[in-house]
């Protein structure tokens, strides 16, 4: 998935991106969200969410729980 899609999913949905930086291992983008969700996106399309919010975000990415 491109971090631009889901960021748009996610912001359409009312959930405010509050953070966007590039993760530590600088293969993927870190996006922190309003209601405590952390999306991890990585170069290779891998995602993943955890935090006090991850279960919406990953409902609306359609991730596996």
Known sequence: MDVDKATAVISAAGI????RRRNGADDGWSLS???G?????RDNGEVSASGKGAEAVASLLDLPK
């Not at 405010?16 to 953070?19: G, I, P, R, S, V």
């Open 16 to 19: 405010e991106l509050t953070d």
């Open 33 to 35: 969200f309003s209601n």
């Open 37 to 41: 969700a952390i999306l991890e996106v």
